[in-house]
């Protein structure tokens, strides 16, 4: 990541979820300095452990929302607090999956697009490899990376609307 | 919060590009109802998922015709229109004039340089998104020349690994459920293609299309359609600050030219009412300037380009 694509292709981003984050003016550079500064603070442990599972654009994106956020409140953690990234550590137990699994058709149920929840069924819970299920759909695997961000998307948006309902 | 139910950057990131896998997308979604720090970051990356599908949009101003050896389709197009209008020209002088303005990249042509080598002939030339096919043919109609651009892939029904608008076309003619085309890919005058794969190759350029007249009377103004383009207050407020320095642009020139003000305008003797600060004006001429600033903010969004305050 350049200081050029951190400070200059990445300006209108910062911008956008300043503007959401909060509701009085900010100082721009100052707060994209501090960002900076916390990404590359321990010898840019934060940016060294990006593993690839996004695009960089989306984990910035995300990095940078809960950075705002936390700064917000005043309560910006030590990096050393968040565990770094561990595949083994993130299976949730059984009893709470089959809740959620639950919980998940009723969000499929509500969510609009049922060519989205089809995409999600596919490549989430059955696994399926992109391309094939690019052949499936008659699309191109960049046109299904599109798709699977919108259907992700919108499964996270009835999740929300889910919350505001049930108040869970 | 347990540290094992935290939400990693990493994870939360993977789940929206809808990287995770069934047992971590169950995670992010329970957390979601006990972690209102992570609810809101969704909900703010949701609008700005959002924001960017908005951004579908976008006028593809920028993209290049680059097909055809050496990225030169949209040149090839423009000498074949010379040569049908039977103006005389040197290929490589068109490729050098192109070159030298710009209007031909090392990677093709950007969209918006279609047809400046015509008019660059003094041929009368016209450039619209979301045309139709009613549109080209109306204008063939008039014995207008039309270039259009389509990705060439679904024009032939090849193998598509990317949508995108990368290949410009003469349209010749349209029968039945045929268009039939000069294509310079092929240095074939009459390539017929189905209307419907020409239709979806097509809408990858927003319906572009650059139309060379053949007289005054077929040129229509098309301004591009900016009603889905919404501003920002912060924006707005550009909006009276352009109105008025355009209005001072317009009377520092008008007053180099010697014109000054008078009650009526008057060209002979240069006259015009309206050389009067900007704040003088009536508001029904201050209404004009705010709608051509208005609509140039509009436009530079609608082109694909962010105005972000500093």
């Not at chain 1, 919108?150 to 929300?160: C, E, G, I, N, V």
């Not at chain 2, 041929?123 to 270039?147: C, E, S, W």
């Amino acid at each position: 990541m350049t200081k050029e694509f951190f400070f200059d292709k990445c300006r209108p981003l910062f911008c956008s979820i300043m503007k959401k984050v909060f509701d009085y003016e900010v100082e721009y550079d100052e707060m994209v300095n501090e960002l900076y500064v916390y990404l590359m603070a321990n010898d840019a442990i934060k940016l060294r452990n990006f593993e690839y599972r996004s695009t960089l654009c989306q984990w910035l994106k995300v990095i940078a929302i809960r950075y705002f956020i936390n700064k917000r409140g005043r309560m910006i953690d030590d990096t050393s607090q968040e565990p770094p990234y561990d595949g083994r550590s993130q299976n949730a137990d059984t009893e709470k999956d089959m809740t959620a699994e639950g919980d998940m058709e009723r969000l499929f149920d509500n969510m609009p697009s049922k060519r989205y929840v089809h995409v999600i069924r596919r490549l989430i819970l059955e696994d399926w490899e992109p391309e094939q299920l690019a052949k499936e759909m008659n699309i191109t695997t960049a046109n299904l990376y599109n798709i699977k961000r919108r259907a992700m998307a919108q499964l996270t948006r009835a999740a929300l609307n889910d919350i505001k309902k049930y108040g869970k | 919060m347990a540290n094992k139910d935290y939400i990693s950057d990493e994870l939360l990131a993977a789940y929206l590009d809808g990287n995770a896998n069934e047992a971590e997308t169950l995670k992010v979604l329970n957390a979601i109802k006990v972690d209102p720090s992570l609810k809101e970051a969704l909900d703010i990356a949701l609008d700005l998922e959002e924001e960017e599908t908005a951004t579908y949009n976008i006028l593809p101003m920028m993209k290049l015709a680059a097909e055809s050896g050496n990225n030169i389709c949209s040149v090839l197009c423009e000498a074949f229109i010379l040569h049908r209008r039977e103006i005389p020209f040197e290929e490589n002088e068109l490729l050098a004039i192109a070159q030298n303005n710009h209007w031909l990249k090392p990677e093709g042509s950007p969209l918006h340089s279609i047809g400046q080598l015509l008019a660059h002939y003094d041929l009368m030339v016209t450039r619209n998104y979301d045309a139709t096919i009613n549109d080209i043919f109306a204008a063939l109609v008039l014995d207008n020349d039309v270039i259009v651009v389509v990705d060439k892939e679904k024009l032939y029904q090849q193998e598509d690994n990317e949508d995108a608008p990368n290949h410009a076309v003469v349209v010749r003619g349209i029968q039945d459920e045929y268009v039939s085309l000069f294509d310079p890919a092929l240095q074939d005058t009459d390539v017929n293609v189905s209307l419907s794969s020409f239709l979806d190759a097509w809408k990858e350029s927003h319906n572009y299309m650059v139309r060379v007249l053949q007289s005054i009377e077929d040129y229509e103004p098309q301004p591009i359609n900016l009603d889905d383009v919404a501003l920002t207050d912060d924006l707005l407020e550009l909006r009276e600050a352009i109105a008025e320095n355009a209005h001072d642009v317009w009377a520092t020139a008008r007053k180099k030219e010697g014109w000054t003000f008078g009650p009526e305008r008057d060209d002979t003797n240069k006259k015009h009412p309206d050389l009067i600060p900007y704040s003088s004006l009536p508001d029904s001429e201050k209404e004009y300037d705010r709608l051509m600033a208005l609509d140039t903010i509009k436009l530079v969004k609608k082109l694909g380009f962010e105005i972000v305050k500093k």
